[in-house]
């Protein structure tokens, strides 16, 4: 069973705009990742926020976590076209449980010049 | 370094048929994981290990097996094809005891279609 949902499933925006995508899990976690796909290529981390931790940048990244409602978002500012991409969220339940992560179905990014 | 290796990158299969893919990492990562993807799904985890010798089902780990004989490699055999096994499989690495912590480092896929 997945433990993330990303919502929107897909995402068309104009290079500048700003892009955000949401995930909502069902359980607990230790940590929550973001990672990028290109076409036919493998995922690349992105970025971690632990639970203790409301928000949290990276270059144009910026990732917000609220526990309560289960649900983190990610955020890219000033969109170019290499973000074309999909888009995964991972949660890690348990403190020694690395590399067995959960993922989302991901949410497709298309950005147009 | 070359980080995680998978091959082949593609393969089509007979029903029945058996086959290894293979999975390499030169970063002295402990952990190792195969994960299938397929439409709409996002990944699902088929097996991971901790460590040589260890290894651990995931969520879909029927119709295939695993074992860990050294740190490097990480191969995923499927026993016996079946259609429901077409899918794209992905290796990945992660080390808690490094800088590189939780996150895990992916291969390029192996796309696997079964006839």
């Known amino acids: 069973s997945q433990q993330g949902e990303e919502d929107p499933q897909a995402l068309s925006i104009q290079e500048g705009e700003n892009a955000t995508m949401n995930c909502s899990y069902k359980t607990s976690i230790n940590n929550l990742q973001w990672y990028r796909q290109n076409s036919g290529r493998g995922l690349v981390h992105l970025i971690l926020i632990r639970s203790n931790e409301r928000e949290k940048h990276s270059g144009r990244l910026r990732v917000t976590l609220d526990t309560s409602k289960k649900s983190s978002s990610l955020l890219i500012t000033a969109s170019r076209a290499a973000d074309t991409a999909s888009y995964f969220c991972?949660?890690?339940?348990?403190?020694?449980?690395?590399?067995?992560?959960?993922f989302g179905a991901g949410t497709q990014v298309v950005v147009t010049p | 370094n070359a980080g995680v290796t998978q091959t082949p990158k593609f393969q089509v299969l007979k029903t029945g048929q058996s086959m290894t893919l293979q999975c390499a990492q030169d970063m002295n990562h402990e952990y190792m994981s195969w994960y299938r993807q397929d439409p709409g799904m996002g990944l699902r985890l088929i097996h991971y290990?901790?460590?040589?010798?260890?290894?651990d089902q995931g969520e879909v780990p029927n119709g295939y097996n695993v074992s860990r004989s050294t740190t490097e490699d990480f191969p995923l055999r499927l026993l016996s094809a079946a259609p429901s096994q077409t899918s794209v499989y992905f290796c990945?690495?992660?080390?808690?005891?490094?800088?590189?912590?939780?996150?895990?480092?992916f291969g390029s896929g192996t796309q696997l279609s079964v006839l």
């Open positions: 990945a690495s992660s080390s808690p005891s490094t800088g590189a912590g939780e996150k895990l480092f």
């Open positions: 290990s901790v460590g040589a010798g260890i290894t």
């Open positions: 991972a949660t890690d339940a348990r403190t020694d449980s690395w590399g067995k992560l959960q």
